[in-house]
Structure formats: C-alpha cells, structure tokens
C-alpha cells in the first residue's frame, strides 16, 4: 500500500490538536491503530479504574473516526509484534505517534522504530503530551529543576505554547485491516461491577473533555483561587482523567484557559493557579524523566531506611474507608465508589496512612494505582512521595496532618464528609470528626454506635503523630555517601 503510514493511538485519545495525526495525515494514508499491550509497564500496567476509562474512551474515539470516514483499529499484543504484524498486513511503511514519558517508553518506541525501518519506513515521533519538553526547561546552570517555582517560571518565560491545530482530514486506506472487538478485551467490570452509575459521572472522550473545560471556566473557575480546597463544592475542573488519556491537549486548556482572561480579566489570578496545577503535571513529568525509578524509590535516598510497618488490617481499614476518622473514611469511600478523591482530601489520606500508620507510601500509590480513573505514573509517584517527605520539593515528614482538623477547616459544615459516611449524617458538627469525644445521648440520637454502626479510630491521633515523629528521627542518623 503506498505512503499508507499507522497513527499508533497511545495516551492521547483524540484527533483535534495531534501534532503526529496532522502530520501523518499530509503524508498519505492513515490508519489509525490502538494496541492494548496487557503487559506494558509491568507493576504499573493499566489498573482496573483506568481501564473502565479506557473502554469508553475508546468507543467514542472509534465513533469519533467513524465520521471523519475514518476508523480506529484495535489489536491486543505486545506493541512491537503487533506494529510489526500490522506493517506486514497493510504495507504501510511509517509509524507515527505522540511522545510519552514513562520510563518504559523509550524502549518501546526504539522496538517500534527497529520494526519501521525493516519495513523501509521511519518511526517519526511527535510532542503533544505536555505543555513544555521537559529537556527544554533547564536551570541557568543547565541542569534540570527540582523545586516547582523556579521550574514554573522558568517554564512561563519560554515561548508561549503554539496555538491549537483541528482535527486534520484523514485518507482511508483501500483496505482495511481486521480490528478486534472492544467488548472482547473485557476492560470494565462485570462481576461485581464496582463501576456501575460511573456512566451517569463522567463522559470519557474528546467531547466529555472539552465540555468539562468550558464547563470549568464558564462556571466555576473564578472560585478556584481560594475554593479548590473545599471538597463539598465544585470549584476544580475534574479534567485530570481526561488529561491522562489525552482526550485534551494541554496546550487546548492552555489557549481556551488564556482566552477566558480575556474575557473576563478580574478571574486572571484563579486562572493562572489553575494554570499552576497545569504546572505540577509538567513538573512531575519533569521529574520522572530525571528518576525514572520514582513509582518504585524514594527521590531522597535516606528514605529508604524508614522504618515503615507492615500491618495488614490497618491498611485494609484505609482502603475501605473505615478507620473511624470521618474526613479519611469520606475519600476513601469517594475513592472506591467513583474512581475520584478531591485533591485536598487526597493529601490528607495520603498524610494519614505514611505517618499516622507509618505505611510504606507505595502501598497507597499502588492502591491509587488501582482505584483512580486519572491514575497517572509521574502525578501520582510524585505526589505520594511529596506528601510522604521523601519526594523532590516535598512537604517536609514532620507537617502531619491533623485528620479532625483538616475536617473542620475544608468541610466545616460536613456536607461531603456526610455524603461518604451516611451512617454519621445525623452527627452534629461539633462531633463530627471526633465521634469518639460524643457524649452518650448525642450518640444516641445521632443513631451512632462506636464499633458498631462506625468504628473507633484505628489509632490515637496524638499518638500516632508522636511515633511518626520518632520514626523520622532514625533518619538523621542515617549517612549517606
Ligand atoms: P484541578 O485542580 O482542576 O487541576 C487541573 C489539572 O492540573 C488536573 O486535572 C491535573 O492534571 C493537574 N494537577 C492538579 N494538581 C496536581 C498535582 N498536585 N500534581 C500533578 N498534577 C496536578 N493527579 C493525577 O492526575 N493523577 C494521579 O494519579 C494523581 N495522584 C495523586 C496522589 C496523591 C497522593 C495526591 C495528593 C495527588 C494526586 N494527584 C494526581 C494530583 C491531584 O490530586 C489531581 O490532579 C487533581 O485532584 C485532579 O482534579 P482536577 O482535575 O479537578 O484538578
């Protein structure tokens, strides 16, 4: 088939601002291909929540091909047999493709580029994943940042980002080769369906993405400034799934996100934050292309000698949202039942299991892994590792949050924290995040019953916090070469 080239689909799920589609369309025709390679990424292949994602990320792009005259070919393997068997099959000789960044991508892309030139054509790879390349934003001394202000400013005095392109037309070839059938790949779960009503949440696709943007700076983004750290109110953008497949461009929120300052110049300090969580995205990535090994190793080395513990029904209790601390079991359950947990929530599950319950920070990171539809390599290693000390611009170990505190300052009058644990909703606010400190009758009438309808706290608070605090003193004795 001559100039018929593939467009390898891999986190970037959408056909508007894909600078490797644009180019691949110019050069002839295109098939357009996604491989669902089971194994790639090993430990952090694909967890269950991301793959409910998935599925229905890709039936709208396959619809979404479909009326571009287009279509989405789907094949399970290993991405280079699988490129390579595609090469075969069509004749195609070029394989193009968005840059990712996780550490095993590399390896892979060499194996795609080894399979193309065997077939006498070239692996041609294009930016698009994030706003800046992370080799393009060094310190005066050209070495790359490890502390997010600096990196961020250097990053806004770069060059603005190019324009948005739209969706380029695509030739079809004469032939098109066999595609697997989606519902065959089995990605969302049947029995139990643990993700049933997540259709009514969230709309997966280019389109689900671009109306949650607009959505975000039509209605909500002039609260994000000072709102973003109240769970109970829609003040951030939920884009973060959307991000992680590459539904959206961060360059389409970046221009729409400048065109709304345009507009509206008193929301310019709550847009440019939001811009700045745009930021932390880039700066993970940053990172994990300087460590590779973050998902699996501490950035700072001492904490490796942490003496985490190992205590099972403590760990279980923190996944099912039942430790008895009303603002932890709330994410939890948020978590579990839609593939989601708020950010400032996030922080403090995360503060709660590495120091309350002196919980490796992988073991939460692996369950994140598992549970969150925006589960993303680099945002979620990074951010286990800043909230658990060990991690590059980290929040030092001995800032421990106060789990009743952080309650009563970011869900003050407890409309999400009763959402979650309905079995405290009739608990009145000056107990509800301390139901342990509820006379009797007020528990009573609250219809709660302490280890019974609502467990006891796992641990002490004061207690805990002092034994973290202990545990982080064996590091300073800690030498390092
Ligand atoms: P908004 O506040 O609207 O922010 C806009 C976008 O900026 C987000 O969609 C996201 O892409 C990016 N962003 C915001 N905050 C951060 C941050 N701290 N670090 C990196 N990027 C950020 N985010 C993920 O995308 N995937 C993860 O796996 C992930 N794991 C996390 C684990 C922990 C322990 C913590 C504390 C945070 C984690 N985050 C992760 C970061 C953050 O919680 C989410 O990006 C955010 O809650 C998504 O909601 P939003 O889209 O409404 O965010």
């Known amino acids: 088939m001559a100039n018929a080239s593939l467009y390898w689909f891999r986190q970037d799920l959408r056909l508007a601002d894909l600078p490797g589609l644009i180019a691949a369309s110019k050069s002839g025709q295109v098939i357009p291909v996604f491989i669902f390679d089971e194994a790639l990424g090993g430990d952090w292949k694909l967890g269950g929540a991301s793959q409910w994602w998935l599925h229905h990320s890709l039936q709208k792009l396959a619809a979404d091909l479909r009326a571009i005259g287009s279509r989405l070919v789907l094949r399970r393997g290993e991405t280079v047999h699988v490129i390579a068997q595609l090469l075969e099959e069509t004749g195609a000789q070029n394989v193009f493709a968005s840059r990712q960044y996780q550490p095993w991508a590399d390896e892979t892309e060499q194996g795609v580029r080894k399979v193309a030139e065997s077939a006498g054509g070239a692996f041609k ?7 800046f390349e992370p080799e ?3 310190t005066g001394g050209g ?7 600096p ?6 005095k770069q060059p603005a980002p190019a324009q948005p392109q739209p969706a380029p037309a695509l030739t079809s070839p004469n032939e098109w080769p066999h595609s697997e059938v989606l519902d065959t790949w089995e990605l969302c779960p049947k029995k139990p369906n643990w993700a049933q009503g997540w259709d009514t949440l969230w709309t997966p696709g280019e389109a689900g993405a671009s109306t ?6 039509d209605s909500h983004v002039d609260s994000y400034g000072d709102g973003r750290d109240f769970p109970a109110q829609p003040n951030t953008s939920r884009l973060s799934p959307f991000l992680k497949f590459g539904e959206i461009s961060p360059r389409q929120i970046w221009w729409t996100a400048q065109n709304a300052k345009q507009r509206s110049p008193n929301e310019a300090g709550s847009i440019d934050k939001f811009l700045s969580e745009i930021g932390w995205r880039e700066f993970c990535n940053h ?4 460590f590779p090994a973050m998902p699996d190793r501490a950035w700072n080395p001492k904490f490796e000698y942490f003496p985490w513990q190992r205590h099972g029904a403590n760990l279980a209790a923190w996944q099912s949202g039942n430790t008895g601390y009303p603002i932890i079991d709330a994410g939890m359950r948020e978590l579990w039942q839609t593939g989601f947990m708020h950010n400032r929530v996030r922080m403090v599950v995360a503060s709660f299991l590495t120091k309350h319950l002196l919980m490796h920070w992988r073991e939460g990171e692996q369950w994140f892994w598992d549970c ?8 979620n290693a990074c951010s286990w590792q800043w909230v658990g000390g060990s991690g590059a611009d980290a929040s030092p170990y001995f800032r421990i949050f106060n789990p009743i505190a952080q309650g009563e300052k970011f869900d003050k009058s407890g409309v999400y924290t009763r959402h979650w644990v309905p079995e405290l909703a009739e608990m009145p606010d000056k107990y509800l995040y301390k139901p342990w400190e509820a006379p009797e009758l007020t528990l009573k009438a609250a219809g709660v019953e302490l280890g019974k309808t609502y467990p006891n706290p796992i641990v002490d608070h004061r207690e805990a916090r002092e034994t973290a605090l202990e545990a982080y003193a064996t590091l300073k004795n800690v030498a390092m070469a």
Not at 143 to 149: A, E, G, L, R, W
């Open 372 to 379: 969150l539809l925006d589960a993303d390599l680099a945002s």
């Open 125 to 131: 790879r294009y930016p698009g994943t994030l706003l």
């Open 136 to 138: 393009n934003i060094r």
């Open 287 to 290: 990172l994990v292309t300087q």
């Open 151 to 156: 990196f961020w400013r250097a990053c806004l």
């Open 143 to 149: 070495t790359p940042f490890k502390v997010f202000t």
């Open 212 to 217: 949650a943007l607009n959505t975000f700076l």
